[in-house]
């Protein structure tokens, strides 16, 4: 073996850095026995018990391969070689530090805004109390709100345009990872003075798929889950982008629709509209949460979606 490498066969200098310099910690307790001249008050500042600290700059000693510490009953005294690593050790602790303040000027502009895409009926009846609640947890944060149909949400998460999504159609979109955040019913309905409002049984899906209804359009989570329950509709007698604009032509008497219950509580309380039973159909869908695949959300888009989930 040669005077240039060591026990271990490994040549002096090689390897990775993390096994040769001591940690952050060991570091700061050195710059701290500098400071106050006491290995039992250096262990106290960084909050550790003495022998903690002790055992602390005995692996420091044996990884570097020099006495750093030099101890007495009058106190702990920086060996000459102590005190040159503690000058070093200044410096990376200071860059560290500054390393530190940068990251969390990162967090801090991370977090001090929220760009949400959201498809209609999630954006219009459920978001409004998911953001009051996020507000109360997070006042600083700005938040975006994007709303758009399924096809949409996924595009605008795909193209980096917002950080968390949420859907109501039957699949995930390609590219993206998601969570079910809650469940959804489609309800037939009409207006009061519709035939089908006076109907004694309850619509078959053959009947409902080649009635002519007033639909969102293609791309929306309504018309996906719809169309894929009865197996195709009929070309729709309104096709318009947005749930309150269905629910108007419908409560207007200009035919019936499909809606999201949680969408027309208030028109079914109210009378304004009446729900048509369907039999031998299942409208039931799931709500998902959104997101890039392999990019979780954090800061203020994980905390919403912890709301969403609460």
């Not at 701290?32 to 006491?38: D, I, Q």
């Not at 309800?187 to 049984?201: E, N, Q």
């Not at 629709?257 to 208030?266: D, F, G, I, T, W």
């Amino acid at each position: 073996m040669s005077e240039a490498e060591g026990s271990g066969g490994e040549r002096e200098g090689t390897g990775s850095l993390a096994h040769r310099v001591p940690d952050l910690a060991a570091l700061e307790l050195l710059l701290a026995v500098a400071r106050l001249g006491s290995l039992g008050a250096a262990a106290r500042e960084v909050g550790i018990t003495q022998p903690a600290a002790s055992s602390r700059v005995r692996s420091m000693e044996r990884q570097l391969g020099v006495a750093l510490v030099d101890r007495s009953p009058r106190g702990s005294r920086l060996t000459d070689a102590g005190v040159l690593v503690t000058d070093w050790a200044r410096r990376v602790v200071e860059a560290a530090a500054a390393f530190d303040a940068g990251a969390r000027a990162l967090r801090d502009r991370r977090d001090s805004r929220l760009r949400v895409a959201a498809s209609m009926t999630i954006a219009e009846y459920l978001l409004p109390g998911w953001l009051l609640a996020l507000h109360a947890e997070r006042p600083d944060t700005a938040v975006s709100l994007l709303a758009g149909n399924s096809a949409r949400v996924a595009e605008l998460l795909l193209a980096g345009e917002a950080d968390l999504g949420f859907v109501e159609g039957l699949s995930v979109p390609s590219g993206l990872d998601a969570v079910v955040i809650g469940r959804d019913r489609l309800i037939v309905v009409t207006a009061p003075g519709h035939p089908w409002a006076r109907r004694r049984r309850p619509l078959s899906p053959e009947e409902l798929g080649r009635t002519p209804l007033i639909l969102r359009e293609r791309g929306s989570g309504t018309r996906q889950v719809l169309d894929a329950a009865l197996g195709g509709l009929a070309r729709p007698l309104i096709e318009l982008s947005s749930t309150t604009a269905v629910k108007a032509s419908a409560v207007s008497g200009a035919g019936p629709s499909v809606l999201s219950e949680l969408a027309v509580r208030e028109e079914l309380a109210l009378r304004r509209l009446v729900a048509v039973p369907v039999e031998g159909v299942s409208l039931r869908r799931d709500l998902r949460a959104v997101w890039p695949t392999g990019h979780r959300p954090t800061g203020p888009a994980r905390d919403l979606l912890a709301l969403t989930r609460a």
